[in-house]
């Protein structure tokens, strides 16, 4: 608010004095210039009349409230008064609207406005700096799921595209350098209700900023970062960043996990869908023979990491080997959109293909010369920008890498659903015939749309029956808990995914299993069903029938219906 009012008397200075000098030269002019009255006598005219004549003779109202009738002396003065007053006047409105139209005093009254959007928030939300392709998906995936962020981002373009965007969620916007503790600061950093800040800029250095910046001003937020290098990796993690995100390692390692275990990897697909999308077909990436890389940077040296990692053949095609840091004479020099490049490293005997430059019109050409030369390739392809995925929709890819998409999804998964982050690291360990039980239990539940997966947090404000009940000493079993609240002989369509208890996690609970007081359970299964399990966690009754009992009646309707109702059944 300063900043505005400085830029107002900053700017209006001028025409403000004007004002001021003109109004008092034409006040004491017409209180000195002799007048006369009605009967001829000498009269002067004090200086609150003559402020209220000068007022409405400026602003050429022309009202004619006047005690006496001016002289000549008097019609003179005020003649040139009207000029010079009407002159100032549009000075002053000139001045008025250039600075209402000043760039900088409507960034002030933006960021002032922004203030107070932030300070007004009544519920939890996360910071999300920097809107690109990634923070676009991820702030479009909270409030898909009604969850609240605010946005700062240096690009003016950008926040104005998020304000045209149809948003579930209001989401307040900045546009100013997240780098700023200040403007951090305004963004609702040291905010009560701020839940996290994810710093998602396509520069490492400013990630690494914010995620200082955020542990310093309040060193109790989370701090999500995304990092494309593991030297600022390794920078970010030194001062307590809580979680840093590198696509190209994510999604090597996904393919990794692919090859050794599929039906991990669909498990893994499935639960962080949407629920009610169509359920997602397996991949098989081949698990012997030669592999051909196109392209050695980021994706490339995470994908060779991993494919060696696994005991494959790995044949690498680079048009600047002497800058990526690979030896010369292990690759193949070009970029792989010649079909005697491909050729070169042996694409007609090879079981995958790797396209990951950094030119989408690049990697859709290795994709499609290297497919007529092969046909049976298993394809993974990297999408730089989204506005071409529907082009390697068509290419024939069977993985497509989008970097941007990969950091949202995971960290939407990791803001929404903590527990299905710890459940994936757990399940990491399990083998491939527990996954592929899993797959099948999970399909006779959902049937072909993917599975809704939500977490139920055993507290007072979510489950005050069942607190109430382990309170008495009456714990429910999780068997119990899943029961149809309408007919308590049915079982729910959920699945217990895992069940975190003081720190332990428990994959896959039995229906055994006692429940306690701030236990956290993560589910799948129906959407519909996580609302009926909702009724049972907070109702007495609904708890007291699945359990088995017929549960005590009260209110004023039931005492009113009772004893009709034992009347109609004794007879």
């Known amino acids: 608010m300063h900043i505005i009012v400085f830029l107002v008397f900053r700017r209006m200075r001028a025409p403000l004095l004007s004002?001021?000098?003109v109004y008092a030269v034409a006040m004491a002019g017409l209180a000195l210039i002799p007048a006369r009255d009605a009967g001829g006598a000498p009269a002067t005219m004090s200086l609150f009349h003559a402020f209220y004549f000068v007022s409405y003779m400026s602003t050429t109202i022309g009202f004619g409230e006047l005690p006496n009738t001016f002289t000549d002396a008097q019609r003179i003065w005020v003649s040139g008064c009207v000029f010079a007053t009407v002159a100032v006047w549009i000075y002053a409105v000139g001045t008025l609207i250039a600075l209402l139209q000043d760039a900088t005093f409507q960034r002030a009254i933006r960021e002032l406005r922004f203030r107070i959007q932030v300070r007004g928030l009544r519920t939890p939300f996360y910071l999300v700096c920097g809107y690109g392709q990634t923070g676009s998906a991820l702030v479009r995936?909270?409030?898909?799921?009604?969850l609240h962020a605010v946005v700062i981002d240096i690009d003016a373009e950008r926040i104005n595209l998020l304000q045209l965007e149809n948003q579930r969620e209001y989401v307040p916007a900045l546009c100013a350098d997240a780098r700023s503790p200040a403007h951090l600061e305004a963004a609702?950093?040291?905010?009560?209700?701020?839940?996290g800040v994810v710093a998602l800029t396509n520069v490492n250095e400013t990630n690494l900023k914010i995620a200082i910046a955020a542990k310093l001003m309040h060193p109790e937020v989370k701090v999500i970062c995304r990092a494309d290098s593991h030297e600022i990796e390794a920078n970010m993690a030194s001062f307590g960043t809580d979680h840093i995100y590198d696509p190209f390692d994510t999604f090597a390692n996904d393919v990794a996990t692919a090859i050794q275990a599929p039906c991990l990897t669909l498990l893994l697909d499935w639960f962080s869908s949407f629920g009610g999308e169509r359920l997602k077909e397996p991949l098989f990436p081949p698990s012997r023979g030669r592999w051909v890389i196109c392209g050695y940077g980021r994706f490339g040296k995470a994908m060779y990491k991993h494919l060696k990692a696994q005991g494959l053949e790995v044949q690498v095609i680079e048009a600047l080997p002497h800058q990526t840091g690979i030896p010369e004479e292990g690759v193949v020099q070009g970029r792989g959109t010649e079909a005697v490049t491909l050729e070169q490293a042996g694409i007609r005997r090879a079981v995958?293909?790797?396209?990951?430059?950094?030119h989408d019109a690049d990697n859709l050409s290795i994709v499609m010369t290297?497919?007529?030369?092969?046909?049976?390739l298993f394809v993974i392809a990297r999408e730089n920008q989204h506005h071409n995925h529907q082009l390697f929709g068509r290419v024939g890819a069977h993985a497509i890498m989008h970097p941007s998409l990969i950091v949202a999804n995971r960290i939407g998964i990791r803001l929404v659903n903590p527990l299905l982050s710890d459940f994936t690291t757990l399940a990491r360990l399990e083998d491939e015939p527990w996954a592929c039980e899993l797959v099948s239990r999970v399909l006779g539940v959902v049937g072909d749309c993917a599975p809704h997966v939500w977490e139920i947090a055993l507290e007072p404000e979510r489950a005050r029956a069942v607190c109430e009940a382990i309170a008495r000493g009456?714990?429910?079993?999780?068997?119990?808990?899943?029961?149809?609240p309408r007919a308590r002989a049915q079982c729910l369509p959920v699945i217990p995914l895992l069940l975190a208890r003081d720190g332990a996690r428990w994959l896959l609970p039995g229906p055994e299993t006692e429940l306690e007081?701030?236990?956290?359970?993560?589910?799948?299964?129906r959407e519909w069903a996580s609302r009926r399990m909702g009724w049972t966690l907070q109702n007495l009754h609904a708890l007291d029938y699945v359990c088995g009992r017929e549960g005590w009646r009260e209110g004023p309707v039931w005492q009113l219906l009772a004893p009709l109702l034992r009347r109609a059944r004794d007879h």
Do not use: K, W, Y
Not at 141 to 146: F, I, Q
Not at 352 to 358: I, K, S, Y
């Open 19 to 21: 004002l001021i000098l």
């Open 141 to 146: 995936g909270l409030t898909d799921r009604h």
């Open 188 to 195: 609702g950093l040291i905010h009560p209700l701020c839940q």
């Open 352 to 358: 995958g293909l790797v396209a990951g430059t950094d």
């Open 370 to 376: 290297a497919l007529m030369l092969n046909r049976g």
């Open 474 to 484: 009456e714990p429910p079993t999780l068997e119990v808990l899943f029961r149809d």
């Open 517 to 525: 007081s701030g236990d956290r359970l993560l589910c799948c299964g």
